[in-house]
């Protein structure tokens, strides 16, 4: 008879709570409440304009990737010195820079808001390193932006070169 009684008891407790919980879990679904560790977006970060690739220069880019001008046997050298360091081949706190076999180029992450100087000194260590102006701009190398470098600078109507200047 007690376990009869007992039963008669939790039953009706565990269905309140069954209850309960698809009632919640109903309700945080309808209105969206989603809990999420990421931050809330606001209508200036919805509205405000992402950075803007110039697109000139990266037609540009694209064709260099595409028709592979030849490199002079001292800049080839040099690449081939570089394409044998791990990656990063190197790290700064303005730029990162690693080669991708497939599509065999380089690539630039600018890490510091102050784009121009990060990449004039990207370019700068490769020129230290022997590379000449076209060897630059043939390796081929390319630079993109860092997520939270892009997201500083969404709706200051930022316009970005992805190759060198002077390319």
């Known amino acids: 008879m007690n376990k009869f009684m007992n039963i008669k008891f939790i039953v009706p407790i565990l269905l309140i709570l069954i209850a309960g919980g698809a009632f919640l879990i109903y309700t945080s679904l309808k209105e969206g409440n989603h ?4 931050p809330r977006q ?3 970060d919805v509205t405000a304009p992402d950075v803007q690739y110039d697109t000139e220069k990266s037609d540009k880019m694209l064709l260099i990737l595409k028709n592979r001008p030849t490199l002079s ?6 690449r081939d010195q570089l394409i044998s360091s791990p990656n990063p081949i190197i790290k700064t706190k303005e730029f990162s ?3 991708i076999p497939t ?3 380089f690539q630039v992450e600018i890490l510091s808001p102050d784009v121009s100087q990060a990449k004039a000194n990207a ?3 490769l ?3 022997g590379l000449s102006k076209d060897g630059i701009c043939y390796l081929p190398i390319t ?7 892009s997201e500083n600078l969404r709706g200051q109507d930022t316009k970005f070169n992805p190759i060198p200047e002077g390319c």
């Open 35 to 38: 809990r999420s560790d990421a």
């Open 42 to 44: 606001t209508s200036k």
């Open 73 to 78: 046997p001292s800049d080839k050298a040099i």
């Open 97 to 99: 820079m690693e080669y």
């Open 103 to 105: 599509p065999d180029q």
């Open 123 to 125: 370019v700068a260590w």
């Open 127 to 129: 020129t230290d390193k």
């Open 143 to 149: 630079f993109y932006l860092n997520y939270d470098v």
